[in-house]
């Protein structure tokens, strides 16, 4: 009786898992079609090839001045032998202390790499969302994520539909902060001398965007 109950415990979750209706997408994907992801990634790596020259200098500079140190070392003597040698030790000890700091596990490359990704991954959750509501998804996959898709029929992969509206989504939101910028600079010129008729400044109300998580 025991193993009956278990049977058909695991043929009704089986049951279950099978009525969810699944569809997969590529956030890897959405994330490289995204124009304001793809220039706040631009800007970062620039950052990152300028720390990386910095250092190749710092790394040349310190070689030079090792090499020199070892080759003198031996006309050199008490505190002059000291000084030089501490110079060299230290400049070694930066190296090591920015490599870490910067291009280690937790340094700022990693840091302002995920702080870069984090807004546009939360953007890509609620689209998801709000795809998966529409078509009435109870599972989603990310082939992003070491997920291997063998096969794959088109009806089931729903990236095309989340990048869709999420592109209208962050239009929306430019539309919004631009709109935001001008009410401001419109207003900041009436402080400046502009008065209505009664003499009066009058103050612009900032209208509030509508719903981002509308799907046409």
């Known amino acids: 009786m025991k193993k009956l109950a278990i049977f058909v415990t695991i043929l009704f979750a089986a049951t279950q898992i099978y009525a969810q209706k699944i569809g997969v997408v590529d956030t890897n994907y959405i994330l ?3 124009p304001q992801y793809k220039d706040a990634e631009s800007r970062l790596n620039s950052q990152i090839s300028q720390w990386q020259s910095d250092l190749q200098k710092q790394q040349a500079d310190y070689e030079r001045k090792r090499e020199a140190f070892e080759n003198e070392k031996v006309l050199l003597v008490g505190e002059q032998l000291k000084m ?3 110079e060299v030790v230290d400049m ?3 190296i090591r202390n920015t490599i870490g700091a910067r291009f280690g596990t937790n340094g700022e490359v990693n840091q302002l790499r995920s702080n870069l990704t984090k807004p546009f991954q939360d953007q890509i959750w609620n689209a998801i969302k709000t795809v998966s509501t529409k078509n009435s998804l109870g599972i989603v996959l990310d082939k992003s994520n070491n997920i291997s898709v063998i096969f794959l029929d088109k009806k089931y992969d729903y990236t095309d539909a989340v990048l869709s509206l999420l592109g209208k989504n962050l239009a929306k939101d430019e539309k919004a902060n631009a709109g935001s910028a001008s009410s401001g600079a419109l207003n900041g010129k009436e ?4 008065t209505s008729p009664k003499g009066k400044i009058k103050s612009m109300q900032r ?3 509508g719903d ?3 799907m046409k």
């Not at 402080?191 to 502009?194: A, M, V």
């Open 191 to 194: 402080q400046n001398g502009r």
């Open 212 to 214: 981002s998580s509308d």
């Open 84 to 86: 030089r040698e501490k």
């Open 207 to 209: 209208r509030t965007p």
């Open 32 to 34: 490289s079609k995204l």
């Open 92 to 94: 070694e000890a930066s």
